[in-house]
C-alpha cells in the first residue's frame, strides 16, 4: 500500500509541477524529473509485486515484465507532452473575449495586477501601422 501511495504522491506531485512549467522554468525541470522517477518506479514496483514471475523468467510471463516496460515509455511522453501542453492549458483557465479594448480598459480599470488574466482575444482589434 505504501508503495502505491508513494506512486501516487510523486505522480500528482508531476503532472502539477508539469501543468504549471508555463510559470517558471524551474516547474518544467522539476515536473520532467519527477516524470523520471515515476519511469523508474513503475518498473521496480512491478518487480517488487512480481518477484516470482521475474525469478522464473518463463515465456508465458513476458508479457508481465515488458509492460512496465512500456508503461516507463508512457510516463515519459506523458509528462513532456503535459509540460508542453501547460501554456495553452493555462491559457483556457484564464484568457477574456472583449469586442474592443475600451472594453478591455472599462473591464480592468480596477483590478489588480496580479488577477488580470494572462491572455485577451480583442474580436474588434484595429493596428494602424
Known sequence: FCLWLAYFT???ASVLCCLLAD???AFRAVGVLL???LGVLLPLMSFLLFRLS???RAISDMP???CPLLGTVT???GCYCVAESSPYI???LSHVRVDSARELCGLFEDVAIGTLPRTACIE???IKT
Open 124 to 126: 474588434k482589434a484595429f
Open 75 to 77: 510516463i515519459l511522453l
Open 54 to 56: 521475474y525469478d522464473r
Open 90 to 92: 493555462l491559457w483556457e
Open 10 to 12: 510523486v505522480w500528482t
Open 64 to 66: 508481465m515484465m515488458i
Open 35 to 37: 516524470g523520471c522517477l
Open 23 to 25: 510559470f517558471h522554468s
